[in-house]
């Protein structure tokens, strides 16, 4: 895995799946589906979205969870750590 030093910027388009995928987490407590990626951005299919959330992956901005279902936020686009604040 690429450290944030040795990580490959985002592309525009990667920038705002990752910002809308953080905005699906704070406003629904859950990971975006990949249907909601694909019809928020026009995909015709869900690989499409899964090429995002791959390169995503491999740039070190979130993980997968190991069943394939849901999604770890590591980054913002702009590389600051992802945090939530549990009141």
Known sequence: ???MSEARPLTARQAEILAFCIQ?????????????????????STNGANDHLRALEAKGFMRRHHDGNGLFILRHPDGRPFEITVK
């Open 1 to 3: 895995r690429a450290t």
């Open 24 to 44: 699906w987490l704070l406003d629904y407590h859950t990971t975006a589906p990949i249907r909601a990626i694909c019809a928020r951005f026009g995909f015709r």
